[in-house]
């Protein structure tokens, strides 16, 4: 099956500094993206998702770029905030047709200080 | 719409102990998850649906079962419980496959 690999699993950036998380995956079958925030205490949220047909996808401060040859995508944050400080986490599946088994890595906790 | 409600938020169970975590969706959707989450950990599937009638086991269901009798609802049912199954337990649902899951609020389990 799917396995996904996500680093760093601690990040502290300086508020208004860009922040950027790498995950690797090893179905080459794989191709759909999703990364989820989760704030502390709270239920996972979707922030950004990407497709294996594009190589990148903006929105506002957060960007994710995908390298399906090297098999990895990363998590791009500019100008952080004290908001983006939670944990995120990646993921990899097959998408429309099947079940879309989501394989999730294992987190990213990231603090943004002041 | 609610989105995705389960219960409870809270339980603590004795080994051996048997409980059902319920989940109910009211955004009409095909697919429904449950998930697992350790502390410091990601999310690990135990189940999953893709419609009414139909089940399939995900990357961790030793110790659990599920049932889907109705788009709405996705119950999980955990028969002998086991130290091992202190997690905090989510249930998601999407329209179909490849599209954004929405996620419960979670049920934090703990057995003693």
């Known amino acids: 099956g799917e396995n996904v690999e996500q680093h760093p699993s601690t990040l502290s950036v300086q508020e208004g500094d860009s922040a950027v998380i790498k995950c690797t995956y090893s179905d080459s079958a794989s191709n759909y993206f999703p990364w989820y925030k989760q704030e502390l205490g709270k239920r996972p949220q979707l922030i950004i998702d990407i497709r294996s047909n594009v190589g990148e996808k903006k929105d506002q401060r957060i960007a994710v770029t995908l390298n399906k040859t090297a098999k990895h995508f990363s998590l791009h944050i500019t100008e952080t905030q004290p908001e983006d400080s939670a944990v995120y986490f990646c993921a990899a599946s097959l998408s429309a047709g099947t079940a879309s088994k989501l394989t999730f890595g294992t987190g990213t906790r990231l603090q943004v200080t002041l | 719409n609610a989105g995705v409600t389960q219960t409870p938020k809270f339980r603590i169970l004795k080994i051996g102990q048997s409980m059902t975590l319920q989940c109910t969706q009211d955004?009409?959707?095909?697919?429904m998850y449950w998930y697992r989450q350790d502390p410091g950990m990601g999310l690990k599937l135990i189940y999953y649906s893709v419609g009414a009638g139909i089940t399939d086991k995900g990357e961790v269901p030793n110790g659990y079962n599920v049932s889907r009798s109705t788009t709405e609802d996705f119950p999980l049912r955990l028969e002998l419980a086991a130290p091992s199954q202190t997690s905090v337990y989510f249930c998601a649902s999407s329209y179909q496959g490849g599209l954004e899951q929405f996620f419960g609020p979670g049920t934090r389990l703990t057995v003693l």
């Open positions: 955004m009409n959707h095909n697919y």
